[in-house]
């Protein structure tokens, strides 16, 4: 079975779901020493099972899959279709296929993201790691996924998340901070997250859980690459860090504004998901984010025309730019590039 032990560079590529975590991210982060992580949010089990095939015909290495626990039903549909009648009246008069796209969209009350599904997917091809956001996955997954040989990753919030995911029988356990990019993974989408920094969450679950533990938030640096490991994670997860790499399937609109002036910020928002997350603060966010309500993947099934719209027109102002609070440190070039560099930075900064 895997063990972090067995990587020779401790750092994860953070499963980025909406494309930006692409086969060949994947790939070339595993055949570099760190370990690649394929996002199963959102996808089928089809398209995730083609993704697993595919990286696993390309290399021998061991890699992740990410998936996301299925959420509570909505409470609140008054609230979510408010919001889909203000996002269709202000949007351009030009885009009124847009908006009858929009207030043609289902708002289902449940959706699970096909999780048992996918935990069968990830069984049957005997993925090597695999883990889980928004939640715990049940006793009896958790027992057949061991079964299977993966190892289990849980990722947490807070300390309470943490001993829950100790008592789930999790093999590790990824402390996620307030300054990572992307939605925070929270075991609720309705809480607030916490506030309390990556350092100081690391250290307060560090106390009390002996399992391996990963940092994950904001990490940009060598230099803090060198202080979370000694302050007892056992490897790092980064995300915002590979989005303007080559193998990146971010779109270009959010690589470039990642480097551009105007977006010079990061906050947290409900305003394309309903859940928190953390991008970069552009108009769509400046305009809806107090409107936006706290029903999750609802909300995030409305924008999701109005962002692969943007997406096209190549408009940062209507996409969702996740990114980290160390977004201005992400660089350009071949993805292993990026991870050994950042390696040999930890290793000088913890040498000297």
Same mark, same amino acid.
């Given at each position: 079975?895997?063990?972090?032990s067995?990587?020779?560079?401790?750092?994860? /590529?953070?499963?980025?779901? %909406?494309?930006?975590?692409?086969?060949s991210l994947?790939?070339?982060?595993?055949?570099?020493g760190? &370990?690649?992580?394929?996002? !199963?949010?959102?996808k089928?089990?089809?398209a995730?099972?083609?993704q697993?095939?595919? #990286?696993?015909?390309?290399?021998?290495?061991?890699?992740?899959v990410n998936?996301?626990?299925?959420?509570?039903?909505m409470?609140?549909?008054g609230? #979510?279709?408010?919001?889909?009648?203000?996002?269709?009246r202000e949007?351009?008069?030009a885009?009124?296929?847009?908006?009858d796209?929009?207030?043609?969209?289902?708002i289902?009350?449940?959706d699970?993201?096909?999780?048992?599904?996918k935990?069968a997917v990830v069984?049957?091809?005997?993925v090597?790691?695999v883990?889980?956001?928004?939640?715990?996955?049940?006793?009896d997954?958790v027992q057949?996924m061991?079964? /299977?040989?993966?190892?289990?990753?849980?990722?947490?919030t807070?300390?309470?998340e943490?001993?829950?995911?100790v008592?789930?029988?999790?093999?590790?356990?990824?402390v996620? %901070?307030? +300054? /990572?990019?992307?939605?925070?993974?929270?075991?609720?989408?309705?809480?607030?997250?916490?506030t309390?920094?990556?350092g100081?969450? #690391?250290?307060?679950?560090?106390?009390?859980?002996?399992?391996?533990?990963?940092a994950?938030?904001g990490?940009?640096?060598?230099?803090?690459?060198?202080?979370?490991? /000694?302050?007892?994670?056992?490897?790092v997860?980064? %995300?915002?860090a590979?989005?303007?790499? +080559?193998?990146? !399937?971010?779109?270009?609109?959010h690589?470039?504004a990642?480097?551009d002036?105007?977006?010079? +910020?990061? #906050?947290?928002?409900?305003?394309?998901? !309903?859940?928190p997350?953390?991008? &970069?603060r552009?108009a769509?966010? %400046?305009a809806h984010?107090?409107?936006?309500?706290? +029903?999750?993947?609802?909300?995030?099934?409305?924008?999701?025309?109005?962002?692969? @719209?943007?997406?096209?027109?190549g408009?940062? @102002?209507?996409?969702?730019?996740?990114?980290?609070?160390?977004?201005?440190?992400?660089?350009?070039?071949p993805?292993?590039t990026? &991870?050994c560099?950042?390696?040999?930075?930890a290793?000088s900064?913890?040498?000297?």
């Amino acid at each position: 079975m895997f063990s972090l032990s067995d990587l020779e560079i401790p750092i994860i /590529a953070a499963p980025m779901a %909406g494309g930006a975590s692409t086969p060949s991210l994947v790939v070339a982060v595993s055949d570099a020493g760190g &370990l690649g992580f394929l996002a !199963g949010g959102y996808k089928t089990p089809q398209a995730l099972t083609a993704q697993i095939v595919g #990286v696993q015909q390309r290399t021998e290495r061991a890699f992740g899959v990410n998936l996301f626990l299925p959420q509570s039903p909505m409470i609140d549909r008054g609230a #979510v279709e408010a919001y889909r009648d203000v996002l269709a009246r202000e949007l351009p008069a030009a885009s009124g296929a847009i908006a009858d796209q929009l207030l043609a969209a289902e708002i289902q009350a449940d959706d699970d993201d096909w999780f048992a599904e996918k935990v069968a997917v990830v069984i049957s091809q005997r993925v090597a790691v695999v883990s889980f956001t928004f939640g715990l996955p049940p006793l009896d997954a958790v027992q057949r996924m061991h079964a /299977a040989g993966c190892w289990l990753i849980a990722t947490v919030t807070s300390v309470p998340e943490a001993l829950a995911a100790v008592a789930r029988g999790v093999d590790a356990v990824c402390v996620q %901070g307030p +300054e /990572a990019g992307g939605h925070r993974a929270t075991f609720t989408a309705r809480d607030e997250p916490g506030t309390l920094e990556l350092g100081e969450l #690391v250290i307060a679950i560090r106390e009390v859980v002996t399992l391996p533990l990963i940092a994950a938030g904001g990490i940009h640096s060598g230099g803090q690459i060198a202080s979370f490991l /000694a302050a007892g994670a056992e490897a790092v997860q980064l %995300g915002t860090a590979f989005l303007r790499t +080559e193998e990146s !399937g971010a779109t270009p609109a959010h690589q470039d504004a990642l480097v551009d002036p105007r977006f010079s +910020e990061t #906050v947290t928002t409900r305003a394309f998901s !309903g859940r928190p997350a953390r991008g &970069l603060r552009n108009a769509f966010i %400046g305009a809806h984010d107090s409107r936006a309500p706290h +029903e999750y993947p609802q909300v995030h099934h409305l924008t999701k025309v109005l962002r692969a @719209d943007a997406a096209r027109r190549g408009d940062p @102002d209507g996409l969702a730019l996740w990114a980290g609070t160390g977004f201005r440190h992400a660089r350009t070039g071949p993805a292993a590039t990026i &991870l050994c560099g950042l390696w040999i930075d930890a290793f000088s900064a913890a040498a000297s």
